[in-house]
């Protein structure tokens, strides 16, 4: 078996059962030894983040399976079986190249996956080795693939990016705008720092505790106000996030007709999150006022989540690609030990002939040996150029892993579990080996 | 040829619009670079087309119904390409091409053939008098397709509608800085135009009067905007209904002058 993952993610097992699987950057390295001596693997490597934990395994036996088990009950404190999953060879690269592109992500197409993927094989470095690592450089380079050839991750999927999303369909980019916030509680946070990320330049905080707003704004660097004060800055604000826990609304008509006659005809984005809703809804009749509530901007995420929906496919097509390429690779590495024992043998031959070639002319010039060495080498590197190249692409395209054989059987090479176990590398060979067989 | 430059322009220049209308009916993105090339190669036929007609004809396609409105078509065409290679944004392509393409389908059925020319008529006064009247007329066009948008984007925005234009129109700013910057320049060249023609019409003792008229209505139409958009701060939707609304006039005029008083084969 060459590839194996073994997880537990948001779609098998709930929070409480997952939150005991997480595994810190402290204990990372700890938690890979331990995966090492359960299952055998030669290379392993722990994804974990709030929603799943995967192991993935490489160079395992079958066995690895049970002992990846045992390690996740040893956790949870129960047994694994009913949580967790796994997925072998190409299914695994496929699962992960899935996972990297955020298509197996709670939001669909989130971004930050691809980052917690690229930390996880960088923590886990010690531990994996070529087949890992190159499963995870090519899960990250499909993850941007799919960003960049597919729609998957446009349009905001959360209601503070939403927020973002319709201030900038109004003011194009948020760069150097300004913005007042009503409210300084947790969800005012949130879209303080989204509009801040934005390049909003002044950022007003408007609270009915001074305290509270002083201590918000001084962390985005922003201006503290008291809700009473704010009022008449709002003729030089573009957009006003209302955010707090008052029962009933603070914005009224009255405040945005003054503040509008002095603006002049400047365009107001207003987006209320707060519940109740802090601005009254007349106040959407004004002209030149855009006013959102918190069941638009859930409607905007809906509209964006359904949109990026409709991309899965062209996802999966290049996540198909990319696993047919990846174990294209894989498929390679069955020639690398026949080339280099064929090279070895080859090389020991010359080194005999020459030698004896030598001893019947003992009267040669330093240089003339040279010459003859170089002759020697040269012609030995010219005639296994060719079959070097096509034992390799024969092996590569999956179809001509006879080839291989036919290759250890004409150069006298013995079986890939022999020369695996001298060379110590990986034996991506065995399983696959049949599989291409049947389909020969 | 002539024609079948006109029909290949015409062609690529709706190839334009149906590539730029793409995320509207698939899930993919705005193939920006397709939408640049097929109006790049609808503008390289169109000069095709006109220059084969300059040669033949020997006179440039200024004066003659088929010939101006040809010209009219690829100087929309080309101040389109010039406002989307500075944005790097195809949305216009949606109102603008196909108003182009039309242009030179008007042209290509009134017929591409040369009209006796006035005085002049070769003279550089006379040629830059018709060709930034054109380009003026052009920035027009565009001040009022850019008006479009924004107001069917703000409608959009306004009834809280999320659907394909909220997500696939550019942004209000957006909008407004090109129906801006367009009738500005509208302005501009509408002016100088109008000052070139004024000078000619001095220097050969020529006037026409259904030219006077349709240029002068044009020229207050699109300095009343420009006015109030520069000095009387008009707001953004203001200045997008009066695009259009001054778009539309000139459109109505010129057909009201032509019903009136234009000779047969003449633009007026």
């Given at each position: 078996?060459?590839?194996?993952?073994?997880?537990?993610?948001?779609?098998?097992?709930?929070?409480?059962?997952?939150?005991?699987?997480?595994?810190?950057?402290?204990?990372?390295?700890?938690?890979?030894?331990?995966?090492?001596?359960?299952?055998?693997?030669?290379?392993?490597?722990?994804?974990?983040?709030?929603?799943?934990?995967?192991?993935?395994?490489?160079?395992?036996?079958?066995?690895?399976?049970?002992?990846?088990?045992?390690?996740?009950?040893?956790?949870?404190?129960?047994?694994?079986?009913?949580?967790?999953?796994?997925?072998?060879?190409?299914?695994?690269?496929?699962?992960?190249?899935?996972?990297?592109?955020?298509?197996?992500?709670?939001?669909?197409?989130?971004?930050?996956?691809?980052?917690?993927?690229?930390?996880?094989?960088?923590?886990?470095?010690?531990?994996?080795?070529?087949?890992?690592?190159?499963?995870?450089?090519?899960?990250?380079?499909?993850?941007?693939?799919?960003?960049?050839?597919?729609?998957?991750?446009?349009?905001?999927?959360?209601?503070?990016?939403?927020?973002?999303?319709?201030?900038?369909?109004?003011?194009?980019?948020?760069?150097?705008?300004?913005?007042?916030?009503?409210?300084?509680?947790?969800?005012?946070?949130?879209?303080?720092?989204?509009?801040?990320?934005?390049?909003?330049?002044?950022?007003?905080?408007?609270?009915?505790?001074?305290?509270?707003?002083?201590?918000?704004?001084?962390?985005?660097?922003?201006?503290?106000?008291?809700?009473?004060?704010?009022?008449?800055?709002?003729?030089?604000?573009?957009?006003?996030?209302?955010?707090?826990?008052?029962?009933?609304?603070?914005?009224?008509?009255?405040?945005?007709?003054?503040?509008?006659?002095?603006?002049?005809?400047?365009?107001?984005?207003?987006?209320?999150?707060?519940?109740?809703?802090?601005?009254?809804?007349?106040?959407?009749?004004?002209?030149?006022?855009?006013?959102?509530?918190?069941?638009?901007?859930?409607?905007?995420?809906?509209?964006?989540?359904?949109?990026?929906?409709?991309?899965?496919?062209?996802?999966?097509?290049?996540?198909?690609?990319?696993?047919?390429?990846?174990?294209?690779?894989?498929?390679?590495?069955?020639?690398v030990p026949v080339v280099t024992e064929v090279r070895a043998a080859a090389?020991?031959?010359?080194?005999?002939?020459?030698?004896?070639?030598?001893?019947?002319?003992?009267?040669?010039?330093?240089?003339?040996?040279?010459?003859?060495?170089?002759?020697?080498?040269?012609?030995?590197?010219?005639?296994?150029?060719?079959?070097?190249?096509?034992?390799?692409?024969?092996?590569?395209?999956?179809?001509?892993?006879?080839?291989?054989?036919?290759a250890r059987?004409?150069f006298g090479i013995g079986?890939?579990?022999?020369a695996?176990?001298a060379t110590?590398?990986?034996?991506?060979?065995?399983?696959?080996?049949?599989?291409?067989?049947?389909?020969? | 040829?002539?024609?079948?430059?006109?029909?290949?322009?015409?062609?690529?220049?709706?190839?334009?619009?149906?590539?730029?209308?793409?995320?509207?009916?698939?899930?993919?993105?705005?193939?920006?670079?397709?939408?640049?090339?097929?109006?790049?190669?609808?503008?390289?036929?169109?000069?095709?087309?006109?220059?084969?007609?300059?040669?033949?004809?020997?006179?440039?396609?200024?004066?003659?119904?088929?010939?101006?409105?040809?010209?009219?078509?690829?100087?929309?065409?080309?101040?389109?390409?010039?406002?989307?290679?500075?944005?790097?944004?195809?949305?216009?392509?949606?109102?603008?091409?196909?108003?182009?393409?039309?242009?030179?389908?008007?042209?290509?059925?009134?017929?591409?053939?040369?009209?006796?020319?006035?005085?002049?008529?070769?003279?550089?006064?006379?040629?830059?008098?018709?060709?930034?009247?054109?380009?003026?007329?052009?920035?027009?066009?565009?001040?009022?397709?850019?008006?479009?948008?924004?107001?069917?984007?703000?409608?959009?925005?306004?009834?809280?509608?999320?659907?394909?234009?909220?997500?696939?129109?550019?942004?209000?700013?957006?909008?407004?800085?090109?129906?801006?910057?367009?009738?500005?320049?509208?302005?501009?060249?509408?002016?100088?135009?109008?000052?070139?023609?004024?000078?000619?019409?001095?220097?050969?003792?020529?006037?026409?009067?259904?030219?006077?008229?349709?240029?002068?209505?044009?020229?207050?139409?699109?300095?009343?905007?420009?006015?109030?958009?520069?000095?009387?701060?008009?707001?953004?939707?203001?200045?997008?209904?009066?695009?259009?609304?001054?778009?539309?006039?000139?459109?109505?005029?010129?057909?009201?002058?032509?019903?009136?008083?234009?000779?047969?084969?003449?633009?007026?």
């Amino acid at each position: 078996m060459t590839l194996t993952v073994v997880g537990v993610s948001h779609r098998t097992a709930s929070l409480d059962v997952r939150e005991r699987l997480v595994i810190g950057p402290s204990e990372l390295s700890r938690a890979l030894a331990e995966a090492a001596e359960a299952t055998g693997a030669r290379e392993a490597v722990f994804v974990s983040t709030c929603i799943r934990t995967e192991l993935y395994l490489a160079g395992a036996g079958d066995e690895s399976v049970a002992g990846a088990m045992a390690l996740i009950g040893k956790r949870i404190g129960e047994s694994a079986e009913p949580y967790a999953y796994v997925r072998r060879d190409r299914e695994a690269a496929a699962h992960l190249f899935r996972v990297a592109s955020g298509l197996d992500s709670m939001i669909l197409g989130e971004a930050q996956i691809q980052g917690q993927v690229r930390d996880a094989w960088e923590l886990g470095r010690s531990a994996s080795g070529t087949l890992l690592n190159r499963l995870f450089q090519s899960a990250l380079g499909v993850a941007s693939r799919v960003r960049t050839e597919t729609a998957l991750g446009r349009g905001a999927a959360s209601v503070s990016s939403a927020a973002v999303q319709l201030a900038k369909q109004i003011f194009g980019s948020l760069n150097g705008r300004r913005a007042m916030v009503l409210g300084a509680g947790e969800m005012a946070e949130l879209a303080l720092e989204c509009l801040t990320s934005e390049g909003v330049r002044a950022a007003i905080v408007a609270n009915r505790t001074h305290e509270r707003a002083k201590e918000l704004a001084a962390r985005y660097g922003a201006t503290a106000m008291h809700v009473d004060e704010c009022w008449a800055q709002l003729a030089d604000v573009d957009v006003l996030l209302c955010s707090t826990a008052a029962p009933h609304p603070v914005v009224r008509i009255a405040h945005l007709e003054a503040a509008l006659a002095r603006r002049g005809h400047r365009p107001l984005c207003i987006l209320d999150i707060a519940l109740p809703r802090d601005v009254e809804p007349e106040v959407r009749e004004l002209s030149n006022v855009f006013l959102y509530d918190l069941d638009d901007l859930r409607a905007v995420v809906a509209a964006n989540i359904e949109r990026r929906r409709e991309h899965l496919p062209s996802a999966e097509q290049v996540i198909a690609e990319e696993v047919e390429r990846y174990w294209q690779w894989v498929a390679g590495l069955h020639a690398v030990p026949v080339v280099t024992e064929v090279r070895a043998a080859a090389e020991r031959m010359r080194q005999r002939e020459v030698a004896q070639l030598l001893r019947k002319m003992p009267n040669l010039a330093p240089a003339e040996r040279e010459a003859i060495e170089q002759l020697s080498r040269a012609l030995m590197n010219k005639f296994l150029h060719e079959p070097s190249v096509r034992l390799r692409a024969a092996a590569a395209n999956g179809r001509g892993l006879a080839v291989v054989d036919a290759a250890r059987y004409l150069f006298g090479i013995g079986a890939p579990e022999a020369a695996s176990e001298a060379t110590g590398e990986a034996d991506p060979a065995a399983p696959d080996h049949h599989e291409s067989t049947d389909e020969r | 040829m002539i024609a079948i430059a006109h029909f290949i322009a015409t062609t690529f220049y709706l190839g334009a619009a149906a590539l730029a209308a793409a995320p509207f009916a698939r899930p993919v993105r705005a193939p920006v670079r397709g939408v640049l090339a097929a109006l790049a190669l609808g503008v390289l036929a169109h000069a095709i087309g006109l220059t084969a007609f300059a040669r033949s004809a020997g006179q440039a396609p200024l004066t003659g119904l088929g010939p101006a409105l040809s010209f009219a078509g690829i100087a929309l065409a080309v101040t389109l390409l010039f406002v989307e290679l500075v944005a790097r944004e195809v949305s216009l392509t949606l109102v603008t091409a196909p108003l182009a393409a039309l242009l030179a389908v008007v042209a290509n059925l009134a017929g591409l053939v040369p009209q006796v020319e006035p005085p002049g008529g070769q003279g550089p006064w006379f040629v830059a008098h018709i060709a930034l009247s054109f380009v003026g007329l052009a920035g027009l066009a565009t001040a009022a397709a850019a008006g479009t948008m924004y107001l069917v984007q703000r409608r959009e925005l306004r009834s809280r509608r999320f659907g394909s234009i909220f997500r696939l129109f550019p942004p209000l700013a957006t909008l407004d800085r090109v129906n801006h910057v367009a009738i500005l320049a509208g302005w501009i060249g509408l002016t100088l135009g109008i000052l070139l023609g004024l000078a000619y019409s001095l220097t050969f003792h020529q006037s026409n009067m259904p030219q006077v008229v349709w240029a002068l209505g044009a020229w207050s139409g699109v300095t009343a905007i420009a006015l109030g958009r520069v000095s009387r701060g008009w707001e953004a939707r203001r200045a997008a209904v009066a695009s259009n609304a001054a778009f539309a006039a000139v459109i109505i005029l010129w057909l009201a002058v032509r019903f009136v008083a234009s000779q047969p084969g003449k633009f007026l």
